[in-house]
C-alpha cells in the first residue's frame, strides 16, 4: 500500500514537470523571439511588459483564484490555456491581438506558478509522512530540483531554438565598444556597431516584413508551439491527480472571498517572511542579469547560445542541489551562495569583457546558474516548511516578490550603466543575507520552529 502511494507521487511529480516542460519550451521561444519577431513600434517589448506587470498584480488573487476552481490540478489545467492564447496570438501579432494575451497571460501566471509550487510542495510532505521523516524540507528541496531539472531543459530547448533562428544570416548584431562594468546600453553618441551578413534567402528586406520563406517558417514553429501548449493541457488534465489539498478543501467550510484576499495581504505582517522578502526579489532579479554581458561582446545573436548555458547549467544542478540539502540543510547552502555570489559580483566589476571572452562568459554564466538554482529550491523549501498550512497565500507572495525583481531589471536596464546595476544587485544581495540570517537567528530562539503562522 505504502509503495503503490510512492509510486503515486512520484509519477505526479513527473506528469507535473512534463506539462511545464512542454508549455514553457513555447513560452520561452516565444519571449525570446519578441523584440525581435515584433519590433515595429516595440509591439514585442511591450507585450512581455504587459506579462510580467499583470503578473504582479496576479500573485494578490492566487490563493482566492485556486480555491475558486477548486484545486491545484485544475488550477495549472485551467491557466494554460492562457498560454494556449497567446502562442495563437503570434499568428497574427498586432495591437489587438498580442496585447489583449499577453495580459491575460500575466493575469494567471500568479496562480498558475502558485498552484505547481502548492501541488509540489504538498506531494513532497505526503511523501515525507509516509516515509516518517522527522522534516520534510529536504524532500521538499529534492522536489524541487526534480521540477526544475525539466523546468530548465525547457528554456534550454527554448534558446537553442531561438538562436537559430536569430542567427539565420546575422553575424555581430548590436556589439559594443564599452562593455562589462561600463556597458550604458545602446546610445546614438557610441561608437556601435551593426553588421548583418546576409543573403537573399535568409535576410529580411528593407521594410522589416519576413519573406514568404521565412514567414512559412515561423508559422511551423508557432503551429509546433501551440501543439505543446494543448499537450500540455491535455497531459495536465488527464494525468495529473487531484492534490491533497483538493480533499481537505471538501471536508472544510466554504471561506469568504475577503478572507481570502486578506490572507495574501496578511503575509506582508509576518516579521520572518519579511526578513525573506529580499532574498525572493533576489530570485527575480538574478534571472534578469545575466544575458546582459553577452549582447555587448559578442553580439546578440549569440546571447541565446550563452543562455542555453544558463539553463543546462541549471537543469544539472538542481536535483543535485535538491538531494544535497537533504544532509547539508537548507540555511548551508544559501549561505554559501549568497557568498559566491558576492565574488561573481565583485569580478563582474573589474572584468572588462571582449570578443575573445566566451570561456570566460560561459563560466560566469554557469557559476550564476548555479547561485540562482540553489536559491530557487532551498529558499520555497524553507518558505513550505515554515507555513505548512498557509502555502497558497505564502507561495503567491514569493512569486510576486520574484516577478517584481524581474520587472524592475527590465525596467531599468535601458536607463542604467551596468556598474549602477550590479550595485543595486549587491545592496539587495546584502539586505536579502542579513535578512535570511536574520530570520534564522529568530527561528531558532522559538520553542517550536514549525508551529504555523497566518491562519
Not at 496585447?99 to 496562480?111: A, D, E, Q, W
Not at 516577478?403 to 543595486?424: E, P
Request: charged share 15%.
Amino acid at each position: 500500500m505504502r509503495a503503490a502511494m510512492l509510486d503515486r507521487i512520484w509519477k505526479n511529480q513527473l506528469v507535473l514537470s512534463l506539462v511545464f516542460l512542454l508549455n514553457f519550451l513555447a513560452f520561452r521561444s516565444l519571449q525570446n523571439l519578441q523584440s525581435t519577431l515584433n519590433s515595429e513600434a516595440g509591439l514585442g517589448v511591450v507585450s512581455l511588459s504587459c506579462i510580467y506587470g499583470s503578473m504582479v498584480l496576479s500573485c494578490l488573487y492566487a490563493p482566492f483564484f485556486i480555491h475558486k476552481v477548486g484545486s491545484c490540478k485544475w488550477t495549472v489545467v485551467v491557466c494554460l490555456f492562457g498560454h494556449i492564447l497567446f502562442s495563437g496570438a503570434n499568428f497574427y501579432p498586432s495591437w489587438y491581438t498580442l496585447i489583449p494575451s499577453s495580459v491575460l497571460l500575466g493575469s494567471i501566471s500568479g496562480p498558475f506558478w502558485t498552484a505547481q509550487i502548492t501541488y509540489l510542495t504538498t506531494s513532497a510532505q505526503e511523501y515525507a509522512k509516509l516515509l516518517q521523516h522527522d522534516n520534510p524540507e529536504g524532500d521538499i528541496a529534492m522536489f524541487n530540483g526534480v521540477f526544475y531539472f525539466f523546468n530548465d531543459f525547457a528554456g534550454t530547448s527554448g534558446n537553442l531554438i531561438s538562436s537559430l533562428v536569430l542567427s539565420a544570416g546575422s553575424k555581430d548584431i548590436r556589439k559594443g565598444e564599452f562593455c562589462g562594468a561600463m556597458d550604458c546600453g545602446i546610445r546614438p553618441e557610441t561608437n556601435w556597431t551593426s553588421h548583418d551578413v546576409t543573403n537573399s534567402s535568409t535576410s529580411n528586406n528593407s521594410t522589416g516584413v519576413l519573406d514568404n520563406k521565412q514567414q512559412e517558417i515561423m508559422y511551423t514553429l508557432f503551429g509546433v508551439f501551440l501543439a505543446c501548449n494543448i499537450l500540455a493541457a491535455l497531459i495536465a488534465g488527464f494525468c495529473l491527480d487531484k492534490d491533497a489539498k483538493n480533499s481537505e478543501r471538501a471536508s472544510e467550510e466554504p471561506t469568504p472571498v475577503s478572507q481570502l484576499l486578506l490572507r495574501t495581504v496578511r503575509v506582508f505582517k509576518d516579521v520572518d517572511y519579511l526578513l525573506l522578502l529580499p532574498m525572493l526579489v533576489i530570485i527575480g532579479m538574478s534571472e534578469a542579469l545575466p544575458s546582459s554581458y553577452v549582447g555587448c561582446a559578442l553580439g546578440v545573436q549569440m546571447v541565446g547560445y550563452v543562455m542555453m548555458c544558463y539553463c543546462a547549467t541549471s537543469s544539472v544542478v538542481s536535483p543535485l542541489f535538491g538531494h544535497l540539502s537533504k544532509y547539508e540543510g537548507a540555511r548551508i547552502l544559501i549561505l554559501v551562495a549568497a557568498a559566491a555570489n558576492a565574488v561573481l559580483l565583485i569580478y563582474m566589476l573589474l572584468w572588462q569583457p571582449d570578443e575573445d571572452s566566451l570561456a570566460t562568459i560561459l563560466s560566469v554564466t554557469g557559476g550564476w546558474s548555479v547561485v540562482t538554482a540553489v536559491w530557487r529550491i532551498q529558499l520555497f523549501a524553507v518558505l513550505g516548511v515554515m507555513y505548512p498550512s498557509n502555502q497558497e497565500a505564502v507561495f503567491a507572495n514569493a512569486e510576486m516578490a520574484g516577478s517584481i525583481g524581474s520587472m524592475l531589471v527590465f525596467a531599468y536596464s535601458s536607463a542604467l550603466c551596468m556598474d549602477v546595476k550590479l550595485y543595486i544587485y549587491m545592496a539587495v544581495l546584502a539586505l536579502g543575507t542579513v535578512g535570511y540570517g536574520a530570520m534564522e537567528c529568530k527561528t531558532r530562539n522559538k520553542n517550536n520552529p514549525e508551529t504555523n503562522k497566518l491562519i
